[in-house]
């Protein structure tokens, strides 16, 4: 990809099963997997040793559902192509990369001018982009931009419209997070950034943003929305929804628990901000909790429990701790109206065929 991009019946249950390491020989695993992966893919055997040795580096069990859910994403993202061809992406590519120059205040003339300088292999970078078919071949092409253009690194060094890599479409930005706190394990001749093209690459950091990470959910369904939304997603929806009922204020319950921009009070935050009393926490521990919204901790905070503690008083009922994120999907590549639910349930409806398949 270019960009970043109600509770349903749960499928199996996840929290459990996630962090197992599998005490099963590697061969054996790879001969499951394998067996679970869409006939006539390119590589089968390749692809398995991929899949399980990312799954044992990550010290994760590599059953039958973790498989299938990794095998299910694989198959929405990309097909089993490692580096996938796109329609018009050239063009889908010119469009975000003056759309950034106008957001930015930089000059179409100015940037139209560098792009009509000539590039290494000959041609000018703007007819580059234009013939560009795959991601990896944009993200060259950029490289090669920042590299040779006079001011390139300073301009646009973090202008690279490619955020998502590889056949899993691993964000970018969540790699480096991962990377940092536990390092990649593979040996390497390229950069992160360039491994994430790479199908080892991108099945270890894919499958460590589907499963690397514990959460309270009893259904794969809601990974699956998190791996669209960002991880703790659905978790944060459901609070959300528990916020609303108890402050009686309209929330959009899309998992983001702070607003992007700093210094500024969200309407999550502003709902909690007005039933601070019956919370009895101060608005600086209600920001401060908010803060922890992308971590497992934040469910363990005293505004998580205490605020599903008077949302479910108030219900008369125990409340859900996940739910779809409600979020409109966007970007230069979406044509269509589409939302992290249907991608949830899309890649449900992978996960339960490669459940179903016989082996």
């Not at 020989?25 to 899949?51: K, S, V």
């Not at 992007?260 to 521990?285: C, F, W, Y």
Request: proline fraction near 6%.
């Amino acid at each position: 990809m270019l960009m970043l991009a109600g509770a349903l019946l749960p499928v199996g249950c996840m929290t459990r099963r996630a962090g197992i390491p599998s005490p099963v020989p590697a061969a054996q695993t790879r001969a499951l997997i394998a067996a679970l992966l869409p006939p006539h893919i390119d590589d089968q055997a390749g692809w398995a040793r991929d899949i399980q040795s990312s799954f044992a580096a990550l010290g994760l069990s590599a059953d039958r559902q973790n498989v299938c859910a990794v095998i299910a994403v694989t198959q929405q993202e990309s097909g089993f192509q490692v580096d996938p061809a796109i329609a018009s992406l050239g063009t889908i590519a010119s469009r975000e990369i003056d759309r950034r120059a106008e957001n930015a205040g930089l000059p179409l003339l100015l940037l139209h001018a560098a792009l009509a300088l000539k590039s290494p292999d000959g041609r000018t970078f703007a007819a580059r982009i234009r013939a560009a078919r795959t991601e990896r071949q944009l993200s060259d092409i950029y490289d090669d931009f920042i590299r040779q253009v006079p001011l390139g690194r300073r301009l646009f060094e973090d202008w690279n419209p490619v955020r998502t890599r590889g056949p899993m479409q691993v964000n970018v930005v969540f790699a480096r997070r991962f990377n940092a706190v536990r390092p990649y394990p593979f040996p390497t001749e390229a950069n992160l950034e360039g491994e994430l093209f790479t199908r080892r690459g991108s099945l270890y950091f894919g499958i460590a943003h589907l499963l690397a990470y514990n959460a309270p959910y009893d259904g794969y369904i809601y990974r699956f929305a998190d791996y669209n939304a960002g991880q703790y997603a659905s978790r944060n929806a459901a609070f959300q929804s528990a916020v609303a009922l108890a402050s009686g204020r309209h929330l959009l319950t899309d998992g983001a628990l702070l607003p992007g921009e700093q210094h500024t009070v969200g309407s999550t935050e502003a709902a909690l901000q007005a039933i601070r009393e019956q919370l009895r926490l101060s608005d600086a521990d209600i920001h401060a909790a908010l803060e922890e919204g992308d971590q497992e901790r934040f469910g363990r905070t005293s505004l998580y429990q205490l605020a599903f503690r008077l949302a479910e008083r108030r219900a008369g009922h125990p409340l859900p701790r996940a739910r779809m994120p409600d979020i409109k999907l966007s970007g230069p590549k979406i044509t269509h109206p589409l939302t992290t639910r249907w991608y949830a349930q899309r890649v449900n409806a992978r996960f339960a065929r490669c459940e179903r398949k016989e082996l």
